[in-house]
């Protein structure tokens, strides 16, 4: 079993940066692939960000060039460095972990799937006022 627990959330106005932690702790051997989903009120879930054990990375559009997910995997952190924030980034924010190895080859920027990740953490909130 892997726990994640995100931290970082806040809320800060337009235009504003934030940095989200996610810690993930237990048997964390075979997660190979991290993700940053988010879910806005009355919304979807949606994807935001994934990142391999090759380091490739792969974002939705509406936060590319914004948006930066790193990991430190010496010690089982995974960020999102996230610039430029705007209204519509107001979300609630998910670290989650996968076992799909080399999962960004399998990406694209509209399909980072959620059903490949089997871990998720409580959430955290991020929220931008105008």
């Known amino acids: 079993q892997v726990q994640l627990e995100e931290s970082g959330g806040d809320s800060v106005q337009s235009g504003g940066s934030l940095r989200l932690s996610c810690a993930a702790t237990?048997?964390?051997?075979?997660?190979?692939?991290m993700g940053w989903f988010r879910q806005a009120p009355g919304r979807e879930r949606e994807p935001v960000a994934a990142?391999?054990?090759?380091?490739?990375?792969v974002y939705v559009d509406s936060v590319k060039g914004r948006f930066t997910i790193s990991q430190d995997n010496a010690n089982n952190r995974l960020y999102l460095q996230m610039n430029s924030l705007k209204p519509d980034d107001t979300a609630m924010y998910y670290c989650?972990?996968?076992?799909?190895?080399?999962?960004?080859?399998?990406?694209?920027?509209?399909?980072?799937?959620?059903?490949?990740?089997?871990?998720w953490g409580q959430g955290i909130q991020v929220t931008v006022s105008s």
């Open positions: 989650a972990a996968g076992t799909l190895k080399h999962c960004v080859r399998y990406y694209s920027r509209d399909s980072i799937y959620a059903r490949d990740f089997s871990y």
């Open positions: 990142i391999d054990t090759d380091a490739s990375t």
């Open positions: 237990g048997d964390t051997t075979d997660t190979h692939c």
